[in-house]
């Protein structure tokens, strides 16, 4: 996968500057003092000094995306968010005089502003869900040029900063049959009050289970959140919620709304009664 983002940024540069023939070489090798001395032809060295998660990209609600496959509605293919991940590049330029290489780094810098997105252009055929956002010349704290030059054991120099936040799926899809059969209860005991609670498991043996949120106030944007996984689920207008794919256990549930009091609530899969109070 990196490597198709190091593909993608070398097709870039080629078309962007332009590159023609062999008058400049690209490599995304470690710029280290035995690399740059034996140099022969004009360079511009694309490093990967650091990888790690894009936090302000988290996206954890829905934690499962769910689509129709290609059979015409009995199948579905299951997916996992992906996680943006930041791949930070640092650019340098290698030649005999110090203004080629500022000439070449400026044209590497508006070569890739113009692409604030590697999309399917530079990446055929690739296995991203996503199409990846980058930033150019962007502050970099996390960067400590001296100590980075002192590793590589080569002298410092000038070098643009490019990150590329790409989103990684730790898990495979899954195509599988859509569930059609429901067990549905209205119940008139004390457990239940005459409400709806449902309980059924699917082929995998994972858990499917409704209840009821009774408010004596009105309820104006409810939410239920399931603690355990940072999992929000939207709450319908008559106060009823469906939770999926659970497994047998204890799953602590948290109910917010506008101008309220977070409500914490403990269900147990299976259940007959997955209602309660706020």
Excluded: C
């Excluded at 400049?24 to 090798?29: A, C, I, M, T, W």
């Excluded at 579905?76 to 070449?104: F, G, K």
């Excluded at 497994?247 to 309660?276: H, K, M």
């Amino acid at each position: 996968m990196i490597d198709e983002v190091d593909e993608a940024i070398r097709a870039v540069l080629i078309e962007e500057l332009p590159i023609v023939g062999d008058e400049v070489e690209l490599s995304f090798k470690q710029p280290k003092r035995e690399w740059s001395s034996r140099l022969s032809r004009p360079t511009l060295n694309i490093f990967l000094y650091d990888i790690r998660e894009n936090n302000k990209m988290r996206t954890p609600v829905p934690a499962w995306l769910h689509q129709g496959a290609e059979d015409g509605g009995s199948f579905v293919v299951e997916s996992v968010q992906p996680t943006w991940v930041n791949l930070h590049y640092l650019i340098t330029a290698w030649a005999t005089e110090p203004e080629d290489e500022h000439r070449m780094l400026m044209r590497a810098m508006i070569a890739l502003l113009r692409h604030p997105y590697l999309d399917e252009q530079f990446l055929p055929g690739g296995d991203l869900q996503d199409t990846p956002v980058t930033k150019t010349a962007e502050f970099d704290q996390m960067l400590e040029v001296e100590k980075l030059w002192s590793a590589l054991d080569n002298e410092m120099r000038v070098g643009l900063n490019y990150k590329v936040s790409i989103p990684v799926s730790p898990l495979q899809s899954v195509t599988k049959p859509i569930v059609s059969s429901t067990s549905l209860g209205f119940g008139g005991g004390s457990d239940s009050g005459g409400e709806f609670i449902e309980s059924q498991t699917d082929q995998e043996g994972f858990w499917l289970v409704g209840g009821m949120i009774r408010s004596s106030e009105p309820m104006q944007n409810p939410q239920v959140t399931i603690e355990e996984w940072g999992l929000v689920i939207e709450v319908e207008p008559n106060g009823g919620y469906r939770l999926g794919r659970l497994r047998t256990g204890d799953y602590t549930l948290v109910f917010t709304d506008i101008d309220r009091e977070p409500v914490e609530y403990v269900i147990t899969v299976p259940s007959d009664n997955y209602s309660f109070d706020v």
